[in-house]
């Protein structure tokens, strides 16, 4: 047996080396108008990030970057008064937005840009991005490299490139030039690691891979002491040693998916329920039983549920489930045949997510029934106390993990939305966890995340109205059947507003298809669901 595991430890190294090749960079910006010396905005119905119901019609006065001006000019239904209106100014544009209805730029709390294993270049993900949106993410992990994800962060505050606004978080365990590295083992290299990655310019540090206590520590103290921000996905590698109460209390920020969550909420054991041959490096193993966690923890109500609860409240810790990127192990057939792969999933992505022994995420082995039912038990609790969290004034923001388990950019984003509402929030709860609160958690409520005078241009503008139906957030909108007895297809972003650049949110999406199918030309690919004759 000595060949075939050897074979799987070179295929394993190369996978994890594979990372390490940064993928191409955004060519420079073709796309996209402006800023200009003065946008306004008119007739809109303003659906704001704080909270508050819709109003409209409205003018919104933008002056290069900066919100200048919001007017009501009318009343729903009744002509405008021309008389009202904020005039232009020479050289400034009008958008004229009469019926139709803006948000606040969404924030992606949890992205990824892509990795060389996923053969995802860069323009790819930021036009799938900004074609939903989203004109904020918070790259968790800088996989493709510090100075990679700098540099393009850099470009996008220039607008040189059509992509979102970055804020990058170091990965704990990742390499400067790409890939992961050896994680620091001592509290002196955890405090020169965090100290240089500050120098360099970063935001924040996602935590991953399992540090030692005393490592976790000393470097949670050196990023509160240079006011960096910080993630951390408790994996279950220390999670029996550091749950995501040890980490909250010493200044950790945000806490993304669940780990370390359901582990502080265990009132009758220290340790997960493992299997006994329950192996980490095995996927299937690690997020098949992953299913059962919240099942393991103390009761909804309970004690112990209130007081884990209560103490992160006051803490002000912020909450990032990102409910959309395990939703295939609850329905994988769902995930698997979305309708958006056939025209936006590019090739490399799609064998990406095949089942394997080496792609991360990629751990359809053999699922079965009884699992999906586990994971939608756990589901109901983990939405459960993610709502509850809401309710008592905790801090919960949207993040997608796109990029894996079959959840596409952009898309699998607003299927994060979808799956908040499941949970219990209120659609204007819902679109102020996709932008407000996600300001708030980047440290940036003054200048992001809600549509006030002074703060940053980033709108998304759509001809239907998203509270009514979240769908229509789709680059594939929503089915609906007209009057007339026609079916269409009715949504999707039109505009998308980023550091006052406007973009035609549907050309970018048009940008992607063609990428995708000049993509899949080579080898005539054909997207195959897994065991199927002929796949390639």
């Not at 900066?66 to 007017?71: H, L």
């Not at 965090?194 to 103290?221: C, N, S």
Request: with cysteine; glycine share 10%.
């Amino acid at each position: 047996m000595r060949g075939p595991h050897l074979l799987l430890c070179l295929f394993m190294l190369f996978s994890l080396n594979s990372w390490a090749q940064p993928i191409p960079k955004a060519p420079d910006r073709v796309r996209g108008e402006g800023p200009f010396s003065q946008l306004i905005i008119r007739g809109v119905t303003l659906i704001n990030g704080n909270g508050s119901p819709s109003i409209g019609p409205v003018d919104i006065v933008v002056e290069q970057n900066i919100i200048k001006e919001i007017k009501v000019v009318g009343y729903p239904g009744v002509e405008i008064d021309e008389g009202r209106r904020p005039k232009l100014k020479a050289g400034g544009k009008e958008l004229d937005c009469n019926g139709m209805f803006l948000i606040p730029g969404l924030i992606d709390m949890h992205a990824h840009i892509g990795g060389a294993a996923q053969g995802t270049p860069a323009e790819y993900v930021y036009k799938l991005w900004l074609g939903h949106g989203i004109t904020t993410v918070r790259e968790v992990m800088a996989r493709n490299g510090l100075d990679w994800t700098l540099e393009e962060k850099q470009r996008s505050e220039k607008n040189e490139i059509a992509a979102p606004r970055i804020f990058t978080y170091m990965g704990f365990s990742m390499k400067d030039e790409g890939g992961r590295g050896p994680t620091p083992s001592s509290p002196e290299e955890a405090r020169k690691w965090v100290q240089r990655i500050a120098a360099k310019g970063a935001d924040g540090v996602k935590f991953r891979y399992g540090p030692a206590p005393e490592v976790m520590e000393a470097a949670l103290t050196e990023i509160k002491k240079l006011g960096l921000r910080s993630a951390a996905h408790h994996d279950q590698m220390n999670v029996a040693q550091w749950n995501v109460l040890h980490s909250a209390r010493l200044g950790l920020t945000s806490m993304e998916h669940w780990y370390g969550l359901p582990e502080a909420l265990f009132d009758d054991k220290t340790i997960q329920n493992y299997s006994l041959n329950y192996n980490y490096g095995n996927e299937q193993d690690r997020f098949g039983e992953a299913g059962l966690l919240w099942l393991q923890a103390a009761k909804p109500g309970s004690k112990k549920w209130n007081q884990v609860m209560d103490e992160l409240i006051a803490l002000d810790f912020t909450l990032v489930p990102t409910f959309n990127i395990y939703e295939a192990n609850r329905d994988l057939h769902r995930a698997r045949r979305a309708e958006w792969h056939e025209e936006y999933t590019l090739p490399s992505l799609w064998r990406f997510y095949m089942p394997s022994l080496i792609s991360h995420g990629s751990y359809w082995h053999y699922w079965s029934t009884e699992k999906e039912v586990q994971w939608r038990k756990n589901y109901e609790l983990w939405m459960q106390f993610i709502n509850e969290y809401k309710n008592k004034g905790g801090r919960v923001a949207a993040g997608s993990d796109s990029g894996f388990i079959y959840q596409l950019f952009g898309f699998s984003y607003i299927r994060e939305l979808e799956l908040l509402r499941e949970a219990g929030f209120h659609p204007l709860e819902v679109l102020r966890s996709a932008t407000l609160k996600g300001a708030q958690a980047l440290g940036m409520g003054d200048q992001l995340g809600s549509i006030e005078v002074g703060k940053y241009a980033d709108f998304a503008i759509l001809e239907d109205n998203p509270l009514e139906n979240l769908k229509v957030l789709y680059g594939t909108g929503a089915i609906k059947l007209t009057e007339d007895n026609e079916v269409i297809r009715t949504g999707g972003v039109q505009y998308t507003v980023k550091d006052g650049i406007l973009y035609n949110a549907k050309e970018l999406l048009e940008d992607v298809k063609t990428m995708v199918e000049q993509s899949k030309q080579p080898d005539d690919f054909e997207i195959r669901q897994p065991g199927q004759k002929g796949q390639n």
